[in-house]
Each structure stands twice: as C-alpha cells, then as structure tokens.
C-alpha cells in the first residue's frame, strides 16, 4: 500500500511508492566512468586554474605548484562575483541584487580518477577542514549571509570536471531551503521545546530501520520521508546549528561516516552521479537553539527524475527502510 | 555580470549567470526519440490498459475499442490507491498517510509518435477539455485536497512510455508548491491588495523582454526568476484562482497559446524532454481574490541539472530576457 509521509521539518509530503517499489538494480544508472585526457585540477597545471586560495602541501613546495593534497581554488566561471559590489535594486516590481559572492572550488585530491568513497581516511578529513577553513574565512565577510558547501558527482549530477572537488558558494541572501528549515525547526521548536533532528536521531536511533551508519558523534539514515532512492542525511549527535563549531575529534568521526556512506552508496548503485550539500545555519548564527546543522545525500538515479522538478512534488519508488537495508548490506572493507 | 533575482511569489532567489550564459545550441540535449514496438495506448491495445474511465469517441464505438481520440484510463502502476480508505497515523514522531488518491493517465491521441507541439489545434482542445473534465470530476470527491494534472515528455523527464500522455494525481493533502504560492501570494495580497500574478501580467506585457506569446486570454513569458533555461508560464490574463472556471473561449486560446509555446520549444532545443504542471487552487476553492492558476512548463537540459536537487537552490546559465527571445525567432508554421 502506498504511503503520504511528511517530512518533520519542512513539512513536504512525498508519495512513498509500493506500486512502483524498486531494488538498486532496477535503476537505470548513469554510472560515473573513469576520464583521461588534460585536466587543470592535475599536478602540473596549476596554472590553468586561477591562483590558489589555499592549500595544504608541504612548506618547501611553492604555491601553484604540485605537491599539495588539498587545494582550494577561484571558480573560473562564477557563478557569482566578487569584485563587485553588493547592492539591492528593484526592476519594475521585481527584486534583484548584483551577483555579489563568492564561488570556490576545492579540489579533494591531485588523483584524478579516485573519489571521497574510495580515498585514504585521512585524505577525506583534510577535505573537511579545507571546508572548514574557508567557512571561517568566508564568514568574516559580514555582506555574505550564506555559505553553501556541496559536491557534484559526475556529468549527470551537474560536475563539468570528473576529477574530485567540492565547491562553495557565498551569498548575499539565504537560500530559500535554508529558510524553510530554520522556520520549520523554529516552530517545532516552540512547540515542543526541543530540537527537531535531536528528535529525529533519537526516533532513528530507537526505530533502528533506517539507519545506515552510526559512531559517537554522527548518525547517517535515509530520511523518514525521503524523496529519492537512498537519499541519505549524515546528522552530529551533539546539538549544534553551525557546522563550523564541528570539533577536531568530530572531523575524524564526520570523515568515517560520509567515506563509508558514500562507499555504500557506490557499491549499491555502481557508482552513481550523485549531490550532496552541507545543510548549516546562515553566518549571522541564527538558530543556536532550535537549528541542526546536517549533510544531505542524494544519488541521482535518471528514471526517477521525473516531474518533480516542475511540481516541486515527489514521489519515491524505494521506501527508505528498504533503502537502509540495501546500503547496509553492502560489506564495508 | 551575474544577478541574483528574487520570484516574487514565493520568493525564491536564483543566480541568472552571465559567465556561463548560454545559447540553446550549448547544451547537450537528450532529444526525444520516435520509438516504435508494443504500445498500451495505441490503437487495439485498449484492453492492456485498466477499462477507461473517460473517453472522447464516435457513439456508435464501444469502450475500450479503437475510434477514440482522447483515452482517460487508471494509472496501471497508481503511484496513489483510491480503494484504499484515506486515514492519517502517526510513525513515532513521524506523520504519514495511507496513500489514498487518484492517479490516471490522460491520453492524448491515438497517435503514437506525435506531441502537442505538433498536434492538429483542435486535438490540444481537446486534451484541455479532458483536463478539465477530470478535474471537475474528481474534485468532487470531498477527502481530495489537490488536483496535480502534469505532463512528462521523454525518458530524461520521468515518462516510462512515449506516448503523449498526461497524468493526474489528486491527493489528500496540499503539496507544498502549492502552499508556498498560496501564502506567497496572500501576502502579496495584504499588502498591496491586488493579485501578484495579475501583476506579474501587467509588468511582463509592459516590460515585453521575456514575453513568448500574447492572444486576448492568454500570455506566456519566461519568468523574471526563472530556475531553468527556457523555462516557461502560461497565465491567464483574466484573474481565477482555478483552472475548471476556465471558459469554451479561453480553452480555445490556452491551446493556441500552450501548442506554440511548445512548438517554439521543440524547434529552439530539438524536441527536448520537459515537464509540465497546471498550478491551480486546492479544490477547497481557497484563493479567490489573491491566487492565479497558471501552466508552467520546464524543459529539461541534462547539464544544468546539478545540485538544485539537493540545495534547492538554482543557477540558470540562460538569462529569461535571451530565452525569450530564442523562443519568439522560432517561426510558427
């Protein structure tokens, strides 16, 4: 039988499919392949991307030059800008602002063809403090409101370069999913005095059903009303709204749940293009008591891509118990 | 220059980036195929489809045999289950539904390898009529809330069958797009005490820049914060919260408008795969004075579709004002 389940943040109803229920192989996945040929996020042609920002290599290599491990580099094709000025302006009853903002790109590692699932332990926690880093030095900007972290996977997720990066995007406004979430938890929040995805990791850590992974400090689960087959949400243990509070111990845990989740979710579906965004508070700090800050995963298998994107409605044919048993399955090495 | 641009309805900003601004021939376009082979909605295959619940055929035909040329039948894989008995429980802290609903299949003409683009204008009369007779059906029944009526057109926008079809899902309960426009637009309301959609009509038509098509009744336009490249709105210009008070006149001018839209659509991108939605009030009638039905069509471009799944968040490399005028140099035959 079919379900309606909402989520308790946001309050989106999805259709849980049964009808159309389906197993990872079912899917017809783009799957991410392998790429050769130039690459400007290679050794060697570091100076094909503009200069670096910053980077984590050894102190007797010179900047724009191999050797690094991490390094953080300007978009070459912003998004959005930064040398120009932050201002507000109507057209006609429209409202619009400049393009104001920053869009960084952090390349993972100098190996092409490797990915966060795949990599060292130690090369992922280098990936989260190149996050961290640049949140912290970002934020400062007092004209940028919101910092988006999020990583596409293959051409089909929306990455133009195969080679592993992340990018960050600062802005001006917040985004509307961001407001939707800091006034869904406010309200749960005044209702209930607590906060709402401290109750959820409490229910999914009793439920049990959905959860996909789980250390000290973090729980990863596909969400009670997920929209996509094995959407999965990485949440801290410890109340916080902030990701950059995240702590050094919190690195090394966050960095094994998200290798291991992301390992699941390849070997499950093949590889799978696949977006995931770091869901935290906007730089005012805004929400310390009602907001969580989490990760979201979202595989992007084509045929369930369907009208969603029109209606802002959906409709998963993989109930996320189900999800959560398949991603389970999958023997971690 | 990049711009950050606010919808004014439900406020939702967007990067228009110039950067990476693009011509419609920049994309890699999944154009839809002719197919051929074992089809459910083509002539002689009626009884492989559930029996049909609505059909436009000679009288002197039988249901379910060749001579319609407008089919309603059950979805066969109903992503909803109007037998079942609509009931809300609660899942631990979690709220859920039994999928109560309606979920049926509009066909559009016996003709397998067509679309509305290309359709006789008197057969997009007709599919509209079969819309509206739907609804109005169904809109009866006092436990749904909504009525969905959307179209998929191509694999790479969720339809399993090529076929043209449309779909209708009706629900218990408000989808949250739906919501959003409704508050968004009730706000707008009590404060300014006119409709935002009849005034989005009057800046489009006096702006000109984003404006596709133009009859007495109807205008199409690409959206001041559109998501998408080429993304589309129909909006009547006389103001009804709902599309089944939709008049003989004005059927016959939003097919007009909704076949040419389409065509430029199909020439511009190469018959590409897109969505659709109707956009109208729940059935309960709320909106009277403030909300606007309207159609707004999405084609959909494989490399623009990148991390708005998960971030909600949108970049569009294509201004509206360049789409536009894309769309208006195609030529109407």
Excluded at 181 to 202: A, H, P
Excluded at 228 to 254: A, D, G, L, M, Q
Aim: overall charge negative.
């Amino acid at each position: 039988m079919p379900e309606l389940r909402k989520d308790p943040v946001i309050k989106r109803w999805v259709i849980i499919s049964t009808e159309r229920a389906k197993r990872p192989h079912d899917f017809v996945k783009p799957k991410v392949e392998e790429t050769t040929g130039f690459c400007p996020f290679d050794y060697g042609n570091e100076h094909t991307t503009p200069p670096e920002i910053l980077a984590f290599r050894p102190a007797d290599t010179e900047p724009n030059t191999p050797g690094w491990w991490i390094r953080v580099v300007p978009n070459k094709f912003p998004a959005v800008d930064n040398q120009i000025e932050s201002q507000r302006y109507g057209v006609g009853m429209f409202d619009a602002m400049a393009g104001f903002g920053y869009h960084e790109i952090i390349i993972e590692t100098p190996d092409h063809n490797t990915n966060l699932a795949l990599m060292d332990i130690r090369q992922v926690e280098e990936v989260l403090w190149a996050y961290k880093e640049r949140y912290d030095a970002i934020s400062k900007d007092t004209r940028i409101r919101y910092v988006l972290i999020f990583k596409n996977h293959g051409r089909d997720a929306g990455a133009s370069l195969q080679h592993p990066h992340s990018q960050l995007i600062a802005l001006p406004i917040i985004p509307k999913r961001a407001i939707e979430e800091l006034s869904g938890s406010q309200e749960y929040y005044s209702y209930k005095e607590r906060c709402v995805f401290c109750d959820i990791v409490n229910q999914e850590k009793s439920d049990g059903k959905r959860v996909v992974e789980e250390n000290d400090d973090f729980i990863a689960f596909e969400p009670f009303a997920a929209r996509f087959p094995c959407e999965t949400w990485i949440v801290p243990k410890r109340h916080s709204n902030s990701f950059n509070t995240i702590t050094e111990t919190e690195v090394k845990s966050f960095s094994r749940v998200l290798k291991n989740v992301l390992y699941r979710i390849y070997k499950a579906l093949d590889n799978p293009p696949f977006n995931f965004m770091l869901h935290t508070a906007p730089t005012s700090g805004e929400g310390k008591l009602y907001y969580h800050w989490h990760l979201e995963i979202v595989p992007r298998l084509t045929n369930v891509a369907g009208f969603e994107w029109g209606s802002g409605f959906y409709i998963n044919p993989m109930p996320p118990e189900e999800a959560a048993r398949y991603l389970r399955e999958i023997e971690i090495p």
